[in-house]
């Protein structure tokens, strides 16, 4: 057992057993290099990391590479989701050393933390140009004896060229609509008309994007923003990346037909992409996104949710094979002999339902449920029980391991998609999982001067601090709670993690923001990246939130930091639109107001009071604030000085400090609300 025992993070402790003796990333790591005279080995990988595994089992596990280690290094260990900063730092060092990247990542460090030499994935012997991880360490350990003064150049001078990287502070000037235009068009361009999404394989959901083009389709009309997303969606529904028969979407397709996915389910992505669905639903009142938003709301909740009321990080892709081998996929993918085996009678329709082939469309002759586009109509009553029994059959198998840490930044965006996702289907519940993962955050992650740590575990708080998408998802969530529960308090705690981002996380000159605050662990560069990755750029996502808290407050405070936040997207949105799709989105609110609802009635369960509440939530009008309660309540400022109508509930809705005649009708409401 080494030091990786008792943390939080299920990653570090899937090692804690090996022969390596383990670090943390801690001051007292690096002393011990240091004291030693030896470099450090970073890894860097997350529970879910397929390669992450195969890495450990070849060579972690292996006590010769061990022994190797122990003597010639300080091995330090790291998990990206509870250190996203380290991750960041490193993983710009090397992508720009060698044009390359992902997980595992294995950087080689001075006890100063600089890194020299860098590498992802090693085998255990060479293989397809690739050293052996033996080859890397002999090789790093003789440059490290021998030419120790080369090494340190070759450190000092990545340092430098990290350091030259920082953005300069930004114009205060967000996108316009020519800068919106032209993200659209160079999206187009994009665009894969024959399978949805942008780009080829690996494909992975644009779900930021999709929120532009919806916004932007709201906002101006544009059909062709619309039918992108559209299609999308519908394509990434009926592939093999969705889970036909549990619901909830995997990482990503390794092909560009949506067909195979890398087996791993992440909350972020299913938050993210719930929160899609739903509101392409809002939209177009499309069937099928109804249908996957709501499955995919119930996988979170049925698979993800922990004991204590918050959402765990993820689902492995590997599982039991039932031989005792793990392997990518298994638990998903079926053969033609194993439907037989299920269904009966029922299997040849079932196969040509889901596309499962005697060749395969996976490895091995297995098939990726998906529901390809053939022709022929399938029963109704037929498809349920055979998914039904699927289901059944596929829960006997040996399940997929799960990361149960809660990530603050990943339960905000679920809250936020639980929340609307209840709302706009009247499902009760889901709110109610919502405000119980926003209550675990607010008791476990927030301590008594509003600052967030970043995860927990089994209702105990991990040593991390939050970083900056940790304070704006979170905010963004508790605002969306505000809206559909018509609880005040939520708005109050999304301003007091507001309040935290210009004072420790912006810079005092311009508008950018950096990903840690002022007063967290210095690395050898503060990270700042405001391009969305697999989540929303903390850049992005605060100014999202500040503004809509603005919106809600009329703080002109928080609109001039998301509007100064939001000059980076000028610059970046026509060039590099698919990675800027979040802060393209908040661009639309505020290109558009946003819109600001209140609705007043005796009280929400009040059956006209509740019809203005509904249709207010249901407006596509991008960035729309709703606020709901009594008359002269103190829940919310922009109920202050709103009176019945007549004595019956009304709505008011106000946008660039011009207010249109309250209504007490939801038809109207809604015009107003769906209207560019």
């Known amino acids: 057992m080494n030091r990786l025992a008792g943390v939080t993070s299920p990653y570090l402790l899937q090692h804690a057993d090996n022969p390596v003796d383990w670090w943390t990333w801690s001051p007292e790591a690096f002393d011990e290099a240091r004291r030693r005279d030896v470099p450090v080995l970073l890894s860097v990988g997350y529970s879910s990391c397929h390669w992450c595994h195969v890495m450990a089992g070849e060579s972690f596990e292996d006590q010769a590479t061990a022994d190797y280690l122990n003597e010639h290094f300080v091995s330090v260990k790291v998990d990206r989701e509870e250190r996203p900063d380290v991750d960041a730092v490193y993983m710009e060092a090397v992508q720009a050393a060698t044009g390359q990247g992902g997980w595992p990542m294995t950087v080689f460090l001075t006890p100063d933390a600089e890194p020299f030499y860098f590498g992802t994935y090693f085998p255990p012997e060479p293989r397809h140009g690739m050293p052996s991880f033996r080859q890397v360490l002999e090789g790093v350990q003789r440059a490290w004896a021998d030419r120790r003064g080369e090494v340190a150049e070759v450190a000092g001078k990545i340092v430098r060229d990290l350091s030259q990287r920082e953005l300069a502070p930004q114009a205060a000037q967000p996108p316009g609509e020519q800068e919106l235009a032209q993200a659209l068009l160079a999206l187009t361009r994009e665009y894969d008309p024959q399978r949805g999404g942008f780009g080829g394989a690996p494909k992975f959901p644009p779900s930021m994007v999709l929120e532009f083009l919806l916004r932007h389709h709201a906002r101006t009309g544009a059909e062709g923003a619309l039918q992108m997303a559209s299609d999308t969606c519908e394509r990434m529904a009926r592939g093999g990346i969705y889970d036909q028969l549990g619901g909830g979407f995997a990482r990503y397709s390794v092909d560009r037909d949506w067909v195979v996915p890398h087996f791993e389910k992440m909350l972020y992505d299913n938050a993210l992409l719930c929160r899609v669905y739903a509101h392409l639903w809002r939209a177009t009142g499309s069937a099928l996104a109804r249908r996957v938003a709501l499955e995919t709301a119930d996988f979170m909740v049925r698979e993800l949710r922990t004991g204590e009321g918050g959402f765990a990080s993820a689902l492995d892709a590997d599982s039991d094979d039932g031989t005792g081998r793990h392997v990518e996929g298994a638990y998903y993918v079926w053969t033609p002999q194993e439907l037989r085996e299920v269904l009966g009678e029922d299997a040849g329709p079932a196969a040509r ?231 393209l989105a908040v661009a639309e609110a505020l290109l558009d107001g946003p819109r600001e609802v209140a609705v007043v009635g005796p009280s929400l369960t009040d059956e006209a009071t509740a019809a203005l509440h509904r249709t207010a939530l249901l407006g596509t009008a991008p960035g729309a604030v709703v606020a709901a309660g009594t008359p002269g309540g103190e829940e919310f400022p922009l109920l202050a000085d709103r009176p019945l109508v007549d004595g019956r509930p009304a709505a008011y809705v106000c946008r660039n400090f011009t207010c249109d005649a309250p209504t007490t009708d939801p038809g109207r409401l809604g015009r107003a609300l769906n209207a560019g």
């Open 353 to 583: 339902y889901f596309g499962v082939t005697e060749e395969g469309t996976f490895e091995h002759g297995r098939s990726v449920l998906q529901l390809p586009q053939t022709e022929g109509v399938f029963d109704a009553d037929q498809v349920a029980s055979v998914k039904e029994r699927l289901l059944a059959r596929r829960e006997r198998r040996p399940a997929p391991g799960r990361d149960d840490k809660v990530v603050a930044a990943w339960n905000g965006l679920a809250i936020a998609a639980l929340a609307e996702t209840g709302a706009y289907f009247d499902r009760p519940d889901l709110v109610q999982a919502a405000v119980a993962a926003a209550d675990l955050l607010v008791r476990v992650h927030l301590d008594e001067h509003a600052h967030l740590a970043r995860t927990s575990r089994d209702g105990r708080v991990g040593p991390n601090a939050g970083v900056l998408e940790d304070y704006a998802d979170v905010a963004e969530g508790f605002l969306a709670l505000a809206s559909v529960t018509g609880e005040g308090v939520w708005l109050d705690l999304a301003g007091l993690l507001l309040d935290q981002v210009p004072a420790r996380f912006g810079d005092s000159e311009g508008g950018a923001l950096y990903d840690t605050a002022a007063d967290a662990e210095q690395l050898i560069r503060r990270p700042q990246d405001p391009t969305d990755n697999a989540t929303p750029s903390g850049w992005s996502a605060a100014a999202g939130a500040l503004l809509g808290y603005a919106a809600h407050t009329g703080s002109e405070a928080h609109r001039t930091a998301a509007e100064r936040a939001l000059g980076v997207v000028g610059a970046l949105g026509p060039r590099v639109p698919r990675f800027i799709g979040w802060g």
